[in-house]
């Protein structure tokens, strides 16, 4: 099984700012997903990170608010960008190696105040 | 519009009954079932899956059930230990993206 390694684990930021987060995996994968938890929530996939192209975007979430950079098969960031209150959510990193089973990272509690 | 839906948002049971988790999903398309376990400050961690080929998966305590006709999937688990307190996620994958339900926070009572 893969190991994932987030970070930060959690932080608290002032809103305009932005914070990104970065995910390690200690092998190489195919697939790198994020995901966020609003409070209350499911799980929802923001983005699939690609190796050496732009990431793949799912509905309602953007590369300006959400940039990810993908530069080898063993790590990813997603940037959130000129936060809001409304941004405060669980951010998780996920990979999907051999199979269909997903790894997760212990995930980034963001805040914005 | 919500592809994977888990309709109860808690359950509570006491120590050594069973423990029935449901999710419905609409996506026909959907082609492997999986069951997440989440523990506060923790990311989730996978617990069981189970392929649409199948109808049933065992895994120790745990068995997860395919209703394909009806969009159905269940997880049991037996006996319940107050260990598995936690928010358990059903997932949905198609073309390898997970598509998760709200969650179901299982309490297990000494």
């Known amino acids: 099984s893969a190991v994932i390694s987030q970070k930060p684990s959690r932080d608290i930021c002032q809103r305009g700012t932005s914070l990104t987060i970065q995910c390690q995996v200690d092998?190489?994968?195919?697939?790198m997903f994020w995901y966020r938890q609003q409070p209350g929530q499911s799980l929802t996939l923001i983005a699939t990170?690609?190796?050496?192209?732009?990431?793949?975007?799912e509905s309602g979430f953007v590369i300006d608010k959400f940039p990810i950079s993908r530069p080898n098969l063993t790590f990813s960031t997603l940037t959130v960008s000129n936060m809001s209150p409304e941004d405060s959510s669980i951010y998780l990193c996920?990979?999907?190696?051999?199979?269909?089973?997903?790894?997760f990272g212990q995930g980034t509690r963001l805040t914005v105040v | 519009d919500q592809q994977v839906k888990q309709n109860s948002p808690s359950l509570s049971v006491q120590e050594g009954r069973i423990s029935i988790l449901n999710c419905d999903y609409t996506n026909s398309m959907f082609d492997y079932f999986l069951w997440y376990k989440k523990y506060p400050a923790e990311g989730p961690t996978f617990l069981i899956s189970i392929s649409s080929i199948k109808d049933k998966n065992e895994d120790g305590r745990f068995t997860v059930f395919l209703n394909k006709s009806a969009k159905h999937l269940s997880l049991h688990i037996v006996p319940s230990q107050p260990g598995d307190s936690a928010v358990y996620f059903c997932?949905?994958?198609?073309?390898?993206?997970?598509?998760f339900g709200q969650g179901t926070i299982l309490t297990v009572h000494p």
């Open positions: 092998s190489q994968v195919t697939m």
């Open positions: 990170a690609n190796q050496g192209s732009e990431a793949t975007y």
């Open positions: 997932g949905s994958t198609s073309y390898g993206k997970l598509t």
């Open positions: 996920s990979v999907l190696d051999v199979g269909t089973e997903a790894f």
